[in-house]
């Protein structure tokens, strides 16, 4: 089993920033990806961007250029820096661990105004 616990949502003004925190505890295997979805109301969770072990990240086309993820093995946690942050970026943002298996935090509210 593995235990997310999320951190840093909020409600920003657009064009302003956050920075979201996960932090992955349990039977952590060393070869794992972590990452951030969301979940804006009446629609389909979808990636933000995912970040493996090893480094590399995929992006959604939404947040390019925007977004940034990075990690830090040693401790299992993720971080997603939200940059010119737009309304639409309004959701519900969920951690994810997956390894051989998969699991998610209980999510943390974004809310950006216009």
């Known amino acids: 089993q593995v235990q997310l616990v999320e951190s840093g949502g909020g409600l920003v003004q657009a064009g302003g920033s956050l920075r979201l925190s996960c932090a992955a505890s349990?039977?952590?295997?060393?070869?794992?990806?972590m990452g951030w979805y969301r979940q804006a109301p009446g629609k389909q969770r979808e990636l933000v961007a995912v970040i493996s072990s090893g480094g590399s990240t995929n992006y959604a086309d939404s947040v390019k250029g925007r977004f940034s993820i990075s990690r830090d093995n040693a401790k299992n946690t993720v971080s997603l820096q939200m940059n010119s942050l737009k309304p639409e970026d309004t959701a519900v943002y969920y951690c994810?661990?997956?390894?051989?298996?998969?699991?998610w935090g209980q999510g943390t509210q974004v809310t950006v105004s216009s």
């Open positions: 994810r661990y997956g390894d051989r298996s998969s699991y």
């Open positions: 349990g039977s952590i295997f060393s070869a794992n990806i």
